[in-house]
């Protein structure tokens, strides 16, 4: 009984370490994953939510736009926009060096 439950565990702790490398690449690629800047936003945000109250639920999507606002104005989505641009080739560019 108890090989069977090692078995399951060991099974279990491998698709889970899968499914955390997963989640981490997709973030990434998404531009999601949070570096020591914007974890601190988060968590400065969720503590002056939290401290206020605790019958609402955290924003993410409210806490996001701390990192990365919204332009108010069309030259500011243009600049946006461009940045973007510039950062997904210079990835691809780092990608074919290496």
């Known amino acids: 009984m108890d090989a069977k439950i ?26 999601m994953l949070l570096d020591v800047e914007g ?9 002056g939510h939290f401290s206020g109250t605790l019958e609402s ?9 701390i990192n990365s606002p919204i332009p108010a104005n069309f030259g500011g989505n243009i600049l946006k926009l461009a940045i973007s641009v510039k950062d ?3 990835r691809k560019l ?5």
């Open 39 to 47: 974890l601190q936003s988060y968590l400065t945000y969720a503590f």
């Open 6 to 31: 090692n078995a399951e565990q060991s099974g279990s702790s491998t698709v889970t370490g899968n499914s955390v490398f997963r989640c981490r690449d997709n973030k990434s690629y998404l531009r």
């Open 94 to 98: 780092d990608q074919a060096v290496y």
């Open 88 to 90: 997904v080739w210079q």
């Open 57 to 65: 639920p955290f924003d993410f999507v409210q806490a996001s736009f």
